[in-house]
């Protein structure tokens, strides 16, 4: 990503949010948080449920060896069920509203309302 501070680029890239339309998922813990925070007016998040999840897995979920079927995914761990820990998505249907943060805009902290998102770029 071009033009950003050295503190937000870290941040993002320990994230793993290093490319355009890039999803990851983490579990919620106060480091978490601290970084989305730091990084709120260039990302959007929220709360995923295990219906999106799945979809996301399903559709979007890129396997690390070719050879092994993918696992279930317990407790966050992508690796043991060979999938890679990011997934790359569509920019969204419909476009983006606005770089504003939620509601207006897609910047931000969505909680549940981020399936409606993660929905528009599968």
Same mark, same amino acid.
Do not use: W
């Given at each position: ?9 870290? !941040?993002?890239?320990?994230?793993? %949010?290093?490319? #355009?339309?890039?999803?990851? +998922? ?8 601290g970084?989305? $925070? $730091? ?7 929220? =709360?995923?449920?295990?219906? !999106?999840? #799945?979809?996301?897995?399903? =559709?979007?979920?890129? #396997?690390?060896d &070719?050879?092994? &079927?993918v696992?279930?995914? =317990?407790?966050? $761990?992508?690796?043991?069920?060979? %999938? ?6 569509? @920019? @969204? ?9 939620? @509601? &207006?805009? +897609? %910047?931000?902290?969505?909680?549940? $309302? ?6 528009r770029? %599968?």
């Amino acid at each position: 990503m071009v033009d950003k501070n050295a503190d937000i680029a870290s !941040t993002l890239d320990r994230l793993r %949010l290093r490319r #355009k339309y890039s999803c990851v +998922v983490v579990e919620e813990n106060e480091i978490i948080e601290g970084m989305l $925070k $730091k990084v709120r007016s260039f990302v959007a998040y929220g =709360k995923i449920n295990n219906d !999106t999840l #799945k979809l996301l897995i399903d =559709k979007r979920g890129q #396997k690390i060896d &070719k050879d092994k &079927k993918v696992g279930d995914v =317990k407790d966050l $761990k992508f690796e043991e069920a060979n %999938l890679k820990p990011f997934f790359r998505l569509h @920019p @969204p249907r419909k476009g983006i509203n606005s770089k504003q943060h939620f @509601p &207006k805009g +897609v %910047l931000g902290d969505h909680g549940d $309302k981020i399936k409606d998102l993660i929905g528009r770029m %599968l």
